[in-house]
């Protein structure tokens, strides 16, 4: 096989965003398939047997098209198109949502999360830590608030830790529950920037409310995340689901193998996603340890506790 150099053409930024900071995404690319990567100028040399170098193309070309959409390329990206590679998958496409630009999704199955998000009314995302799921959602739904596509955002989450009974806490409901929502105001800090989400808190364009304040309400012209749904038992989960009105959508995330309720089987999550499978207007998203998108330990450390777990459960039978 041809071991000749091959020389891609590419923009002064994607060429920046292959080598890397100290050419650490270029280490990682030239580890995954023996190749030597080198950055010359005007683009980047690849060297190696014919078929590594088809491979490193690609990641490449993945890694370009992102940062020529001016996307922040870190780690988490270079080795999932080094995956998507190797596994011969192609790459996800780009959704327009939040202010920064676009959010691309990382893998194959984000993309079909924000697809669904797209287009159902009501979308389940089911998954381990860091796929991913949470962000998305956020991302999705200060698009839409952004569009002015719905008047509301409305994030709730079961806070287990305090048995759903906050009138204990000082402060008002948004301070009694931020701490059981940090991941999401993370997410929107990023998308929106600290002073947009602060100016929107206060218009009441974005509300946080535990699951146990939404009982009564009717939800209209919103876009409702429920975060951390395993811990929602049955009859929260029915509730909340009904809640939605004219012009409303939802995004139900959660790990079916993460619950922190004293009684795991009256998780509503899983009962819920096997009553609604193959409803109209329902779509359900369910993510791998192949979906994560953290530190590569993570992914590592997924698949031994579902290893783990498969093993238990065989015992068991």
């Given at each position: 096989m041809s071991r000749a150099p091959e020389f891609i053409t590419l923009s002064d930024a994607a060429s920046r965003a292959v080598a890397g900071a100290n050419s650490r995404h270029?280490?990682?690319?030239?580890?995954?398939?023996?190749?030597l990567v080198e950055t010359p100028g005007g683009g980047v040399q690849l060297s190696g047997d014919s078929k590594s170098r088809a491979q490193a193309k690609k990641v490449v070309q993945a890694i370009a098209e992102r940062a020529d959409q001016g996307l922040e390329i870190?780690?988490?990206?270079?080795?999932?198109?080094?995956?998507?590679?190797?596994?011969?998958?192609?790459?996800p496409g780009t959704l327009p949502v939040g202010r920064r630009g676009q959010v691309a999704p990382k893998t194959p199955m984000q993309a079909?999360?924000?697809?669904?998000?797209?287009n159902c009314e009501l979308v389940f995302g089911l998954g381990?830590?860091?796929t991913g799921k949470t962000f998305l959602?956020?991302?999705?739904?200060?698009?839409?608030?952004?569009?002015?596509?719905v008047d509301r955002l409305i994030v709730s989450r079961p806070a287990v830790e305090a048995g759903e009974r906050l009138g204990f806490l000082p402060g008002d409901l948004t301070e009694k529950v931020d701490p059981y929502m940090a991941p999401v105001w993370e997410a929107l800090t990023d998308i929106l920037g600290a002073e947009q989400l602060?100016?929107?808190r206060e218009k009441g364009e974005i509300e946080v409310a535990p699951i146990a304040f939404l009982r009564g309400r009717t939800l209209a012209h919103a876009f409702v995340i429920v975060d951390e749904a395993q811990n929602a038992t049955r009859l929260q989960m029915k509730m909340v689901l009904t809640r939605l009105g004219e012009g409303a959508r939802m995004v139900v995330t959660g790990d079916p193998t993460q619950i922190d309720l004293s009684n795991p089987r009256d998780s509503g999550l899983s009962h819920a996603v096997?009553?609604?499978?193959?409803?109209?207007?329902?779509?359900?998203?369910r993510f791998s340890a192949a979906?994560?998108?953290r530190h590569p330990l993570v992914e590592r450390i997924v698949r031994a506790y579902d290893a783990d777990a498969a093993k238990a459960a065989g015992q068991r039978a």
């Open positions: 270029a280490a990682l690319i030239e580890d995954a398939f023996g190749v870190a780690e988490a990206d270079v080795r999932v198109a080094i995956g998507q590679a190797r596994n011969g998958a192609g790459g079909e999360y924000l697809q669904a998000l797209a381990p830590a860091g959602a956020v991302a999705h739904g200060a698009g839409l608030l952004l569009r002015g596509e602060r100016r929107r096997g009553l609604l499978d193959g409803v109209k207007g329902i779509a359900i998203t979906d994560v998108v």
